[in-house]
């Protein structure tokens, strides 16, 4: 009698068994099939609907594998390792698809009036071409003046494309430094610093690279009165929320 040695449904043999087999022997047979789909199908202990959907995890997992968590109302993967799981959809409402993380580097001393790139920046591979974008900055900013002029010394940034071309959407010339000098004289200097955190919001449509893939976001800034003084970022991080709403 053919019967072949098989432990989950891709090791059975459709061949199997041949029509010359004795119909006495069947049961060696069905008995395989049962074992094969139990192992293969740990967990059917329900309708199955292709991802495992209760309220608690299956007890036996393995990468790749789907789960529908009832109790949450979140679509989860089992991670590569097989040691947790990854948290793809909500069913209910926003959906948060996906997050990119960047620390930033320190730029160097900016003292220009025209807007140049900071060198801060995050590239996001977005997932969907529906979804919205929020781009989080966090960053610790040093200041120095000398007051050439007696007047206020004044930064100011954006959120941009690599070209320094403001994102469609946002505000322009969001004000991160003021200081003013105030009957000191020239050649006084000031040194100062503090935190600074901003979130914008990008729609689909407004994506710099496009609605989907790619899409990488740079911070500009500009001086007002660039002879009394300059910024340096000295660090920070920078974030993309991608949400599906």
Known sequence: MALESASFISGLVSANPPGTDAISQGDDHLRLIKTVLKASLPNADAAINGIHTKAT??????????????????????????????????????????????????????????????????????????????????????????????????????????????????????????????????????????????????TSANCPDGTSGNNTFDIWQKMNESDDGGVTFKNGTMMVWEIEE
């Open 57 to 202: 995890a299956p007890s036996s997992t393995s990468a790749g594998q789907l789960w529908f968590d009832t109790t949450n109302n979140l679509v989860k993967i089992r991670n590569e390792a097989d040691d947790g799981w990854i948290i793809l959809l909500a069913s209910e409402g926003s959906r948060l698809l996906k997050s990119t993380h960047a620390i930033q580097s320190a730029s160097s001393y900016m003292r220009t009036e025209t807007y140049s790139d900071s060198g801060f920046s995050i590239t996001h591979n977005k997932l969907s071409t529906s979804s919205t974008l929020y781009v989080q900055l966090n960053m610790y900013v040093q200041m120095a003046f000398n007051f050439e002029n007696e007047t206020n010394c004044e930064s100011f940034i954006r959120l941009a494309n690599t070209a320094g071309t403001l994102i469609v959407g946002t505000t322009d010339d969001l004000q991160i430094v003021f200081t003013e000098d105030v009957g000191e004289g020239t050649g006084v200097t000031w040194d100062n610093g503090h935190g600074w955190g901003r979130i914008w919001k990008v």
